[in-house]
T-cell receptor
Framework: EAQVTQNPRYLITVTGKKLTVTCSQN?????MSWYRQDPGLGLRQIYY???????DKGDVPEGYKVSRKEKRNFPLILESPSPNQTSLYFC?????????FGPGTRLTVL | GEDVEQSLFLSVREGDSSVINCTYT??????LYWYKQEPGAGLQLLTY?????DMKQDQRLTVLLNKKDKHLSLRIADTQTGDSAIYFC??????????FGKGTKLSVKP
C-alpha cells in the first residue's frame, strides 16, 4: 500500500532534549516536506527536499533540522526543543501535482 | 507573499448543501486543492482543480474556480454528519510547497 509513515505518532518531551521524528514513504517520490499545524494558523511548511541530499528551508525553519540521505526517508530533527515547538507535525511526499500526507505526529514540549 | 484565506467556521443541517469559500493571491497558480481533516486524523486530499478549469464535479463534491477573482469554492451536496471536519484550501507556492488556508471547520447538525 502506497503510504507515508511517521514515528512516533505522539511524543511528550522536555525542553532541550534532542528528538527525531522519522518519516518514510514507499512511493519513490523525490519531493518530501515537513509541515506544522497550529490552531488558527493552518499548516506551515518547515523544510522541504527536492531530492536526495537537497534540502531547503520553508516558511518556519527555525529550531529544526532535516536530512535526506536516501529517497524514502526524511527525518525531522529538533536539537533543542522548546515549548513553542509544541504542535502537530505532518510529513508529506509529492509526485507531480499531488501531495500525500502522513498521519501526523503530535509533539508536546514541556 | 502568497496567501490563502478562508472563513473559519461553517454550520449546516444534515441534508443541506455546504459551500466553503477560499480566496488566494497567487495569479500564477496552476493547481488548487481541497483537503479534509477529520478529528484526530491526518490530511486527506479530497479534490483538486487545474487552473484552466472553471468547475470540477466528483460525486457530491463540486469545485468552482473563478480565476479572475481568485476565488475557489467547495460545494458538498446532501451534507452528512460524516462530513464534519476541517477543510483546507491550498495553493501550490512558487517553490512547490503547498500554501494552506487556516481551515474551515464544518459542523453538521442532525
Amino acid at each position: 500500500e502506497a503510504q507515508v509513515t511517521q514515528n512516533p505518532r505522539y511524543l511528550i518531551t522536555v525542553t532541550g532534549k534532542k528528538l527525531t521524528v522519522t518519516c518514510s514513504q514507499n512511493m519513490n517520490h523525490e519531493y518530501m516536506s515537513w509541515y506544522r499545524q497550529d490552531p488558527g494558523l493552518g499548516l506551515r511548511q518547515i523544510y522541504y527536499s527536492m531530492n536526495v541530499e537537497v534540502t531547503d528551508k520553508g516558511d518556519v525553519p527555525e529550531g529544526y533540522k532535516v536530512s535526506r540521505k536516501e529517497k524514502r526517508n526524511f527525518p525531522l530533527i529538533l536539537e533543542s526543543p522548546s515549548p513553542n515547538q509544541t504542535s502537530l507535525y505532518f510529513c508529506a511526499s509529492r509526485l507531480g501535482n499531488t501531495q500525500y500526507f502522513g498521519p501526523g505526529t503530535r509533539l508536546t514540549v514541556l | 507573499g502568497e496567501d490563502v484565506e478562508q472563513s473559519l467556521f461553517l454550520s449546516v443541517r444534515e441534508g443541506d448543501s455546504s459551500v466553503i469559500n477560499c480566496t488566494y493571491t497567487d495569479s500564477s497558480s496552476t493547481y488548487l486543492y481541497w483537503y479534509k481533516q477529520e478529528p484526530g486524523a491526518g490530511l486527506q486530499l479530497l479534490t483538486y482543480i487545474f487552473s484552466n478549469m472553471d468547475m470540477k464535479q466528483d460525486q457530491r463534491l463540486t469545485v468552482l474556480l473563478n480565476k479572475k477573482d481568485k476565488h475557489l469554492s467547495l460545494r458538498i451536496a446532501d451534507t452528512q454528519t460524516g462530513d464534519s471536519a476541517i477543510y483546507f484550501c491550498a495553493d501550490i507556492g512558487s517553490q512547490g510547497n503547498l500554501i494552506f488556508g487556516k481551515g474551515t471547520k464544518l459542523s453538521v447538525k442532525p
